[in-house]
């Protein structure tokens, strides 16, 4: 499912979050939204989600204006940095979960949603915890179930946002590969934000620089770290963070 926003234009008061924002993401590809704290990442990929309305713009799936079309509809999954599993619920009950609140006339069988959720975590290679609850899960093993469980749906677009923020380096590390993995089996069209730049020099195809509301760059790894396009560019990359 391909990705279009044209003259997308946000605002929060006087201040313009999303500064008149021109993009494509092509069918199948794992996009990095890259920058500082405050540049406006958050609110590109909720306006992208539906949960939050543009001033003027629009936003295309496959060339449809999503606009027009309620946030359930959108066939998108959302995977978020605080960790978006219901306590109350066991890994098998959370990764159902988008699976049983379906209409009727779409909703599987209870044996489809067995051998669905058993799929994703065999997938994720954690269904030994299937009965397991949240609290017993380690930071990265819950992230890989809101994977899992953002898949469920077989939604055709993934948004994360910023993942894997809370975690520590090494378990972050090995989240990227985990994300990359499952973006390419299950053939969605992702798009991923961080301010953290080796995670999107690792992780991405493409990475959209942005600053203060605006797209400085956007482009490969390669282009974007060999040839930063402004100054921004250079000395946000020079920063190590
Ligand atoms: P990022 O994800 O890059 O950190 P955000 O999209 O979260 O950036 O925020 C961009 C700017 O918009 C920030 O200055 C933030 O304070 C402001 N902002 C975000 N959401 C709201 C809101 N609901 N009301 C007012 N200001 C907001």
Redesign the pocket.
Known sequence: MSIEVRNLVKR??T?A??DNLNLTINSGELVA?L????????????IIAGL?KADSGSVLFHGDDATRTAVRERNVGFVFQHYALFPQMNIFENVAFGLRVRPRATRPSEAQIRAKVMDLLKLVQLDWLAERYPHQLSGGQRQRIALARALAVEPKVLLL??PFGALDAKVRKELRRWLRRLHDEMHVTSVF?T?DQDEAMEVADRIVV?NQ?RIEQDGSPDQVYDHPATPFVLQFLGDVN
Do not use: I, Q
């Not at 704290?37 to 990929?45: D, N, R």
């Open positions: 929060f008061g201040l979050v999303c939204l920058g500082p704290s405050g540049s406006g990442k958050t609110t590109l990929l909720r939050e946002d910023e934000v301010h942005m509301g």
